[in-house]
């Protein structure tokens, strides 16, 4: 899924500080790691599987232009 979870959507509409799960210490939610220990953070999981979506449009548009190539029957 590369739409917001419920916990990211509560965050930034309550502007909540957001803490490291790891070490504990209060970084902004618009961060991928935590500058301290590192851990990849909810943004930066969310934006990780942003590629796939490219991915599979790439792949899609191989197989519309094959099927205009060759004819669909």
Avoid: A, H
């Avoid at 979870?5 to 490291?20: F, Q």
Wanted: glycine share 4%; aromatic share 14%; with cysteine.
């Amino acid at each position: 899924m590369v739409r917001k979870t419920k916990l990211e959507i509560e965050i930034r509409k309550n502007k909540i500080d957001y803490t490291c799960f790891k070490c504990k210490e209060i970084i902004s939610i618009n961060e991928k790691k935590c500058p301290k220990c590192n851990f990849i953070t909810l943004y930066g999981n969310r934006k990780k599987k942003e590629w796939y979506i490219i991915i599979i449009l790439i792949g899609w548009l191989f197989l519309v232009v094959k099927f205009f190539r060759q004819g669909i029957l």
